[in-house]
């Protein structure tokens, strides 16, 4: 289901609320209801809606004391604000739009132009969102910037696929590589840049070189370890002022086409999904190795599995597993276990058009990646 545009109600009138939220309610809003502005604050802290309509006359803290204590707070002050009021003074008036206010409303407005209102704001806010969204896309594309692959690598013996969507479409944070060593040996990089939008898009690039240096200097060095090459990374990182405050995660499996084997080792990441076809079973593959930089030593450590032919590997991001209730974000691993099952015999092109996937692509709230491996014969 498409995801609901958020509005934060706040009014001292409990009736006022209750009417205005029924209505919005009706027009496909999800609404927050606070009963004062100390109220809408502690809101606020727990999720971020689309735009906030206030009241202007509220005890302990009016409308305008409201708006200025968001203002000062660079995580809310960009959230779109229209008062409410049932007074009608241009001095008011003046001095809410002064407060940065997208609108004025009268409660004695009709409640279809109220909401008349804020969808023009919002769609007008949706249009310029897509405007930017598309030079911006250009430009990346000018540069030849990319967070995942634009081909798939060629390994003998194994069929590799991959899943992506970033959230509201802009480029973020998880990032995907295949690393083609040699025929034998192929790397694949799973990584995920704590954050949403160009901001982690940005600090993808940082890891993503750090990752492929680690890699070929350890090659060279006829270092095949995975643990080893994560401990490397991750000394760089930690000690790199510009990216050390950046948390990321990383899952690195190293493909061996000559042992028919797959060696993981994985910083913060979720575990991987292993399916054995020969029993059916589905397990999870763990590692406990802490998010990138967090620490001088991280802790890694290394697995390594045998896999016969039809066996599967799966490895994401927990935009995957994480949905929106009506109480908030919840992450659930088993969703994706759950959704996968039915399709573990058939092709991945397959579970691309699930259900499940159909339904990330529209209502995510998080980058989605989700990187399949499937054993073939050679």
């Given amino acids: ?56 006359h509220m005890p302990d803290m009016d409308g ?46 009709p409640l279809p132009v109220v909401v008349s209102k804020i969808n023009n704001f919002l769609n007008s806010v949706r249009e310029e969102h897509e405007r930017t969204l598309k030079e911006l896309s250009v430009a990346a594309m000018a540069l030849n910037l990319h967070s995942v692959p634009q081909t798939l690598p060629a390994v003998n013996g194994f069929e590799i696929d991959f899943w992506h969507k970033s959230f509201q479409n802009y480029p973020g944070g998880d990032f995907i590589d295949f690393i083609t060593i040699d025929e034998r040996h192929t790397f694949v990089v799973l990584g995920d840049v704590m954050g949403k939008k160009w901001g982690a898009w940005y600090f993808s690039f940082g890891f993503l070189s750090y ?43 190293m493909i061996d086409t000559a042992a028919s084997a797959i060696t993981y080792s994985g910083a913060g990441d979720l575990p991987l999904l292993y399916f054995n076809h020969a029993d059916g079973s589905l397990t999870q593959i763990r590692s406990g190795g802490m998010l990138l930089g967090l620490m001088p030593d991280g802790d890694f450590d290394e697995v390594t599995l045998k896999l016969t032919n039809g066996d599967r590997l799966f490895a994401f991001t927990d935009g995957i597993i994480d949905f929106e209730t009506e109480k908030g974000k919840k992450t659930d691993y088993e969703t994706f276990t759950t959704a996968v099952t039915p399709f573990l015999t058939q092709s991945f092109a397959s579970f691309k ?26």
């Fill in 64 to 109: 305008f004391m409201f708006r200025q204590k968001l203002i000062a707070m660079p995580a809310y002050k960009d959230i779109p604000f229209m008062f409410l009021t049932s007074e009608v003074d241009n001095d008011l008036m003046l001095e809410g739009i002064n407060l940065e206010a997208v609108d004025y409303i009268l409660k004695d407005t």
């Fill in 1 to 56: 289901m498409p995801v609901l545009k958020k509005i934060l109600l706040v009014d001292d009138n409990p009736i006022v609320l209750e009417m205005m939220g029924r209505a919005l309610s009706k027009e496909g809003f999800y609404c927050m209801k606070a009963i004062s502005a100390n109220a809408a604050m502690d809101m606020l802290k727990q999720e971020r809606p689309d735009i906030i309509l206030s009241d202007y």
């Fill in 211 to 253: 990752i492929r240096a680690a890699v070929r200097i350890c090659i060279s060095e006829g270092n095949f370890s995975t643990k080893s090459i994560l401990q490397k990374i991750n000394a760089v990182v930690y000690h790199d002022p510009v990216v050390n405050d950046v948390l990321s995660s990383l899952s690195l499996i």
């Fill in 353 to 378: 058009q699930s259900g499940f996937l159909k339904e990330k692509a529209t209502a995510h709230i998080d980058d989605c990646s989700l990187i399949y491996l499937q054993k073939t014969s050679s």
